[in-house]
């Protein structure tokens, strides 16, 4: 059965910091690529991030500089670094693994920026 397991959201002030984590569970981690998606209110799932199975990083363009994805293949872990937040980073983050055309979602986790 897989898992993808999200956490480390929250509410923090713009300006602030979180990191997310998604643990993996029942794939092999090393062969998916693993990304990071956001869905605000009314919105579409939108790309934040991606890293590969050899670990090539793409961001989206709202979240260069600010945002760092990276994957510990000892821990099947994949984590979003957020910093220097906006509220328009406000959503629900969702973790996403694919290989090839086979793919799988985590359940996500709600970050909100406010004062």
């Known amino acids: 059965q897989v898992q993808l397991v999200e956490s480390g959201g929250g509410l923090v002030q713009p300006g602030g910091s979180l990191r997310l984590s998604c643990a993996a569970s029942g794939i092999i981690f090393s062969r998916y690529a693993m990304s990071w998606y956001r869905q605000a209110p009314g919105n579409q799932r939108e790309l934040v991030a991606a890293?590969?199975?050899?670990?090539?990083?793409n961001y989206a363009d709202s979240v260069k500089g600010r945002f760092t994805i990276s994957r510990d293949s000892a821990k099947n872990t994949v984590y979003l670094q957020m910093n220097s937040l906006k509220p328009e980073d406000t959503a629900v983050y969702y973790c996403?693994?694919?290989?090839?055309?086979?793919?799988?979602w985590g359940q996500g986790t709600q970050v909100t920026v406010s004062d």
């Open positions: 996403k693994a694919q290989a090839a055309t086979l793919y799988y």
């Open positions: 890293i590969s199975s050899g670990g090539s990083t």
